[in-house]
């Protein structure tokens, strides 16, 4: 397999442009965007992103992130109590839909960030081609998880009838967002192509016969 | 220029860095890497005209779906309707500063400037005006595209409707249809957008200038 960092050249990530690698740090000659064969300390920065979205999700998932005021009585409700109050109207598919957004969402990319992150530092059992899907997974999954903080946005606006009904935002809010944020810049702080880099030192090993074939880009109509 | 006529063939994959020879596509063709799956460039039709069209229908949508209410209920005959814009003021006037500019971002600012961005550089290409400078502006507009978050917000509506709906008598508003067209139009904006394209037009040109 012929990969660009093997002849010394990179793709710009902003205009995947293919630009010689002359010096460590390299200015795109198409869009001028400073960039680096690989993303610097990729694997660090993935790690500690990953884990300050996890020490947030805690207190997201403790204290209350709204609070309904109804004749005046104060009803607090936490990510999972929300969800339980589905359940117990019987709107299963709603209920599904927001523990998938805000609990399984955010645990799926911290602990799938761990998990690859820890696959390339190992190269323990590494199948790049499943892993580079679960990555781009990943990374569509992550916007969805603000799902609970626009509900929350929405019913503070709307319920907003002074004595008798009354919502707010609780302090849950502001770790929840953080989370999503945290979880975000993770993912796009993880360079995929180190799980490449692996394989490609694999071949030099023992050469592949079948890598010909690979080495033509597919035409799809 | 040896070294640049070099590289001009080449593409290199985004994903996994395999590198190909540049190849020829035709119009709605698609090139796919064949090491894991990546797309790595579209030969996309009517590119410029569709995105000049469907940014102009966006804009024209944006100020509707934003101050006009979403929906409202009743509740012991209390009306109270809530736009995007008071679900964010709301979360100003109780304090919660950084998840109202968050969701401010996410919803209204990167849609809006993806949509004013998307229009302007059409309109570049439709009327021939391409200046060096539209580099820097492409790629700016191109680390946009992950934080516009309108159909997460949709999906919000969505679900906040449910919470609502038994307690209170829910009613829709025009703005949920202008939210929807919005989405709609701003997604196929990102669609018809033809990169790679734009790039390598904006490249001939530059390099042109140059010389």
């Known amino acids: 397999m012929i990969t660009a960092k093997k002849m010394g050249l990179s793709v710009c990530p902003a205009c995947h442009k293919v630009n010689e690698m002359v010096s460590h740090q390299h200015k795109c000659r198409r869009c001028s965007h400073l960039f680096y064969q690989r993303k610097p300390n990729s694997l660090q920065y993935t790690l500690a992103w990953a884990i300050a979205a996890l020490i947030c999700f805690l207190p997201a998932n403790i204290y209350p992130i709204m609070i309904v005021y109804s004749l005046g009585i104060p009803e607090e409700s936490t990510i999972l109590s929300g969800i339980g109050a589905f359940i117990d109207y019987g709107l299963y598919p709603i209920a599904v839909i927001i523990f998938t957004a805000s609990i399984i969402v955010p645990l799926i990319k911290i602990m799938g960030l761990f998990f690859l992150v820890f696959k390339v530092q190992t190269g323990v059992r590494l199948k790049t081609e499943k892993h580079t899907k679960f990555y781009h997974v990943l990374g569509l999954l992550g916007p969805w998880s603000m799902l609970d903080v626009f509900v929350v946005a929405l019913m503070v606006a709307l319920v907003e009838l002074g004595f008798v009904s009354t919502v707010e935002a609780g302090p849950a809010i502001n770790y929840f967002t953080l989370t999503v944020l945290f979880t975000m810049i993770a993912a796009r702080s993880f360079d995929p192509r180190l799980l490449w880099d692996e394989e490609t030192e694999l071949d030099i090993r023992q050469i592949d016969n079948t890598d010909a074939d690979k080495n033509l880009v597919k035409i799809k109509e | ?211």
């Not at chain 2, 590289?7 to 994903?15: E, F, K, V």
């Not at chain 2, 950084?98 to 969701?103: D, I, S």
């Not at chain 2, 229009?119 to 820097?136: A, G, Q, W």
Request: with cysteine; net charge negative; charged share 15%.
């Open chain 2, 1 to 211: 220029m040896e070294d640049e006529a070099l590289a001009n063939d080449w593409l290199a994959c985004h994903q996994c860095d395999a590198l190909y020879v540049h190849p020829q596509l035709n119009d709605g063709q698609r090139a796919e890497c064949g090491r894991c799956g990546a797309t790595l460039f579209e030969r996309k039709v009517n590119s410029i005209e569709r995105t000049f069209a469907l940014s102009v229908a966006g804009l024209i949508l944006l100020i509707p779906a934003i101050m006009l209410p979403i929906m409202g209920i009743t509740l012991a005959g209390q009306y109270q309707e809530a736009s995007l814009l008071d679900a964010i003021t709301q979360l100003i006037a109780k304090g919660y500063i950084m998840v109202a500019t968050l969701v401010f971002m996410f919803t209204i600012a990167v849609p809006t400037v993806k949509l004013i961005g998307a229009l302007y550089i059409s309109y570049c290409f439709k009327c021939n005006k391409i200046k060096p400078f539209l580099l820097h502006f492409f790629r700016a507009y191109h680390q946009l595209d992950s934080w516009s978050m309108l159909n997460v917000f949709l999906l919000g509506i969505v679900v906040t409707m449910y919470k609502l709906l038994d307690d209170t008598e829910l009613s829709i508003d025009s703005g949920l249809l202008a939210f929807v067209l919005l989405l709609i139009s701003s997604t196929m904006v990102t669609v018809s957008l033809d990169q790679h394209y734009v790039w390598q037009k904006l490249e001939q040109e530059c390099i042109d200038d140059n010389g």
